[in-house]
């Protein structure tokens, strides 16, 4: 099993600050994803990221990719109620399996 | 399009039924899988098939089966419901070339009594 471990578990915070999101593993992946779930719902693929020291920019989010290919972070800008959500990072590793983070809840207080 | 759908969305089984969750997917999609999420435990895998007549078992396979005769359909089995199978579910399909980015269903909200 190739872990990946999330942290925060939960971030509440005000309307308007920075946050940043960790997604953290001993293993390589060939690529990892980021994924954001509101209740009630499937999980909706924000971004992929396939190249070790990779940076992709999403409207006030950022995502990076490790330079070993086994770390990624996310990191919102100015954070609005509608970033509220659950936040999962998932690497494909081998064998075409995909492994899931156990998510970061995130509550933007307005 | 449809994209990926699910059925039923909830579910109540006794101890030992057995029931299938359906999966379809319209985007011609090859990789079809099937993932259960737990509380603080994300979404673990537990079968998942890379085109028709192939499956593969993922972190958790036990007590469910699968099977995949078209690229559209991906229904899981459980063979005898135990309450540890109380979870949601969730089917979701991608093209098995590059980044292979997944499409998730709704879902289906499981529960065993």
């Known amino acids: 099993t190739q872990l990946l471990e999330q942290s925060p578990q939960f971030l509440s915070i005000q309307e308007g600050e920075n946050l940043t999101v960790y997604c953290n593993s001993s293993s390589v992946f060939s690529s990892l994803q980021w994924y954001r779930q509101e209740p009630g719902e499937g999980p909706v693929l924000l971004v992929t990221?396939?190249?070790?020291?990779e940076v992709k920019k999403l409207k006030r989010l950022t995502f990076q990719f490790g330079d070993a290919r086994k770390d990624s972070s996310l990191h919102i800008t100015a954070a609005q109620p509608g970033d509220t959500g659950l936040y999962l990072c998932a690497g494909m590793g081998t064998g075409n399996q995909f492994y899931f983070g156990t998510g970061t809840s995130l509550t933007v207080i307005p | 399009n449809a994209g990926v759908t699910q059925t039923p969305k909830f579910q109540v089984l006794k101890t030992g039924q057995s029931m299938t969750l359906q999966c379809a997917q319209d985007m011609n999609h090859e990789y079809m899988s099937w993932y259960r999420q737990d509380p603080g435990m994300g979404l673990r895998l537990i079968h998942y098939s890379v085109g028709a007549g192939i499956t593969d078992q993922g972190e958790v396979p036990n007590g469910y089966n699968v099977s995949r005769s078209t690229t559209e359909d991906f229904p899981l089995r459980l063979l005898s419901a135990a309450p540890s199978q109380t979870s949601v579910y969730f089917c979701?399909?991608?093209?098995?070339?590059?980044?292979?980015?997944?499409?998730f269903g709704p879902g289906t909200r499981l529960t065993v009594t």
């Open positions: 979701a399909s991608s093209y098995s070339r590059g980044p292979f980015e997944q499409y």
């Open positions: 990221v396939v190249t070790g020291g």
